[in-house]
């Protein structure tokens, strides 16, 4: 039975993350806020709507059809992205983190015509994705939605930073964890950060 189990357990270990993924593998490759083409969308034409937990933004064409579509979750911070084509059919669509836009789950992208064209699942990329790190994270007293979440590279290994603040009277520090993302190991940040408001 031993060798059977041993067995089913070593095609996984052969299949783990292999490739080095850097932020620029992941990190999302368009303009979120800014506008990207004057001559056929209109800043004027966003719309934002706050409701409790949520914010919703909307943008649109000069011609009146949907640009784009963002649902942000402020507890999660978790941008959830739509992006369509002047013709009204949905381009693309996936979640990406808020501070730092990293794409995480799977992303759809459609053909002009409004057919599904292909997907990229980013969080097959590592063993350790995003949401997994952040359920590693709670373990050690780190909450959402107080949390900094960044994705580095520290002497040739990939980490999530996950970083709350201690405030107190507009001065605090941080304190910061590395979970590697082959792994789930936990590294303290040695030297930690100052924050004055």
């Given at each position: 039975m031993k060798e059977i189990l041993l067995f089913l357990f070593f095609p996984?270990?052969?299949?783990?993350?292999?490739?080095?993924v850097s932020k620029r593998d992941i990190i999302f490759k368009g303009p979120i806020y800014s506008n990207e083409d004057t001559v056929l969308v209109g800043n004027e034409r966003r719309e934002w709507k706050d409701s409790l937990n949520f914010t919703i933004v909307r943008g649109k064409y000069k011609s009146g059809s949907r640009h784009i579509e963002i649902l942000e979750d402020t507890?999660?911070?978790?941008?959830?992205?739509?992006?369509?084509?002047?013709?009204?059919?949905l381009k693309?669509?996936?979640?990406?983190?808020?501070d730092e836009i990293l794409c995480i789950g799977r992303w759809k992208f459609y053909s002009d015509n409004g057919n599904y064209h292909k997907s990229v699942n980013y969080d097959t990329l590592l063993n350790i994705p995003y949401h997994k790190a952040i359920e590693i994270a709670r373990v050690y007293d780190f909450k959402m939605p107080d949390l900094d979440i960044?994705?580095?590279t520290i002497e040739n290994s990939s980490y999530w930073q996950v970083r709350k603040w201690i405030m107190k009277n507009g001065d605090g520090h941080s304190s910061t964890i590395l979970i590697n993302t082959t792994d789930g190991t936990i590294r303290k940040l040695t030297k930690e950060v100052e924050k004055h408001y």
């Open positions: 996984s270990l052969c299949f783990s993350q292999t490739k080095k507890q999660t911070k978790i941008y959830y992205w739509k992006k369509f084509y002047p013709n009204g059919k693309e669509e996936g979640a990406m983190t808020k960044d994705f580095v």
